[in-house]
C-alpha cells in the first residue's frame, strides 16, 4: 500500500462503498461473525466472496442481526468469566490447588494440564540413595492451559484484525485465505476444551461420548477438506464450484477458462450468464465483445465495447479494440475521434494502471498509423512522439519505432528514419516489418548489398510470411533480376494468397517480368480477393487486352468504370481496346 489507502473497486467490498453508515457499521459488525460460522461450520466455500456474495445489511430488521448480536455476547460474556477467574481452582486431599500445583498431606497434586503416569516417575524424576541425591533426568513440563488458549487466540484474533475493515478499507468481503492462520488458534481452542471435557467428567460413558464426538468431528472435516481439495484439481472445477455462492465472478472467470480452452459458444454462454446476475460488469462486457471480435462478429463486439466503456469510461482497452474495428470497416472519423478519446483519458486512481498505459500508447500508435495511411505524416510522426512518452516500461516499442522511422522516410528525412528503424532493431533484433524498412531505405541509399542482406534475414527469421518474399522481389525487380523477382512474387502470392496487398503486388511484377500469363492469373484472384476495387479490376482488364482475351477485358474495364467513371487511364484503355475489336469485327457494347 505505501503511503496511500488500498486501492480496489467498488464491487469488491459494497460494503466499503455505501453512502449509507447504518449499512457500513451493521454490515461490517456482521462479517466477523459470517467469518467464525465459516470456521465452525465450512459448508459452503467459495474462491470469491465479493459482489453480492454476502449480501448488505441495510435495516436493524435483517434477522442476520441476531446472529451479530449472539457473537458479540457470546465474546463478552466469555471476557467478562475470563477476567473474573484468571486462575483455575480445584481441591486435591481437601487443600486448595491453585493455578496447577499444591502440597497436600505431604503429597502432590498435578493439575490436568501436568497430569502423567505416575509409574513412570522411576524413569524421569530424581532419587535419593543413601542420603544423596542423583539426578537422573528432569521431567518436561507441558505447557500450562492458560498459555495454550492465550497462543490460539493469538492466532485466532491478530491475523484476522486487518480484515475487519478496523483501520482501513480492505479489497474484500470475506477471503478464506484471511482464516488460514485464525483456523490453527480455533483448532487449537477446540483441542484443549475437548480435552478439558475428556478430563472432567468421571462416568466412562461421557468420556466415550466425547472421544467419539471429537472423531466423528474430525472425520467430517476431513471429508470436507477432500471434498474441496477435488474442486481445487483445476480452475473449471474452482471455478464451477463457486457459481452457488457468487455467480457473476464465477460464470466470468469460468468464461475465461472456456475460451483457453477453444470453446468458444460454451465460452460466451457463461459471459452471458456473468452478464445476467451483474448487467454493469465491464470486464466482462469487455471480454465478451473481445470473443466476437475474434470470431469476426464485429457489430456485436461493438455493441458490448460500447456498453463496457458506457459502465466504465476510463476502460482504455474497449477504445482501443472500438477504434480498431472502425478502421478496419473504413469508418476512419469515428475511428480518430475514439482513438482521440482514448488518448486523453487520465491515469490516476484506475484499475490496473500498467495495462490502462499500454492500451493508451496502443490508441496513440493506432491513431498514428490512421493518420500515415492518409498520407498526414506530419500529424502522424506528432502522435508516435506522444505515444513515446507515455509507453510504459513493459510495453514493446518496436513496431512503433519503426512506424516512426516510415513516416519519416516520406517526408525524405532519411537519417532520422535510420536512425528509428534501428532503434526498432535494437528494441527485437527479430522484428521483421523493421528489417523490411530498413532495407528498403538502404537500397534507396545506394548501399544495396546491406539492403539485401536485411530482406534475406527477414525471409530466415519467418520462411511462411509472403510479405517477406514480396519485398525481396520487389528489390529485385529495382536490380532488374526479373527471373528471380518473379520466382519471390509466385512464391509470395502462394504463401499469401488471401492477402489481397501481396497477391495484387505479386501480379504487377509478374507483368513487369513479362510473365503475362501467370500475372493473369493472379491479377484474376486480386479481382476476386475485391471485386469492388477499381484499380484490381482495370489491371485484370489490361492483362486480359494483353493477353488477346479482348470480350473478357472489356467487361472488366466496363465494370471498373462503373465503380469510377472519371478513371482517365481505363477510360483510355477501353477506347483502344474498342478499336481493335471493330477491327478484329467483334461486338462491343459500344455498339
Sequence with gaps: ???????????????????????????????????????????????????DAVPLLKTVCDWRNLHTVAFYTGLLLLAYYGLKSPSVDRE???????????NANGHSCLSDVEYQNSETKSSFASKVENGIKNDVSQRTQLPSTENIVVLSLSLLIIPFVPATNLFFYVGFVIAERVLYIPSMGFCLLITVGARA?????????????????????????????????????????????????????????????????????????????????RSNMADMLYNLGLLLQENSRFAEALHYYKLAIGSRPTLASAYLNTGIILMNQGRTEEARRTFLKCSEIPDENLKGPHAHKSSVTSCLYNLGKLYHEQGHYEEALSVYKEAIQKMPRQFAPQSLYNMMGEAYMRLSKLPEAEHWYMESLRSKTDHIPAHLTYGKLLALTGRKSEAEKLFLKAIELDPTKGNCYMHYGQFLLEEARLIEAAEMAKKAAELDSTEFDVVFNAAH??????????????YDLAARLRPNYPAALMNLGAILHLNGRLQKAEANYLRALQ??????ITQSNLRKLWNIMEKQGLKTSKT
Design 197 to 277: 471435557l475428556y478430563v472432567k467428567v468421571q462416568k466412562r460413558f461421557l468420556k466415550s461420548l466425547i472421544f467419539y464426538a471429537t472423531a466423528t468431528l474430525i472425520v467430517f472435516y476431513g471429508l470436507k477438506t477432500a471434498i474441496r481439495n477435488g474442486d481445487w484439481q483445476n480452475e473449471e472445477m474452482l471455478y464451477r464450484s463457486g457459481i452457488k455462492v457468487n455467480p457473476a465472478k464465477a460464470w466470468g472467470n469460468l468464461g475465461n477458462v472456456l475460451k483457453s480452452q477453444s470453446k468458444i459458444s460454451e465460452a460466451e454462454s457463461a459471459y452471458r450468464n456473468a452478464l445476467y446476475y
Design 563 to 568: 465503380l469510377k467513371p472519371d478513371d482517365v
Design 509 to 522: 511484377m509478374l507483368r513487369q517480368a513479362s510473365l503475362n500469363e501467370a500475372a493473369e492469373k493472379y
Design 1 to 51: 500500500m505505501g503511503n496511500k489507502p488500498p486501492s480496489f473497486s467498488n464491487s469488491d467490498n459494497p460494503a466499503a462503498d455505501s453512502d449509507s453508515l447504518l449499512t457500513r457499521t451493521l454490515t461490517f459488525f456482521y462479517l466477523p461473525t459470517k467469518n467464525l460460522w465459516l470456521l465452525l461450520c465450512p459448508d459452503t466455500l467459495s474462491f470469491d466472496w465479493s459482489m
Design 92 to 102: 486435591c486431599n481437601g487443600k486448595t490447588v491453585t493455578n496447577g500445583k499444591q
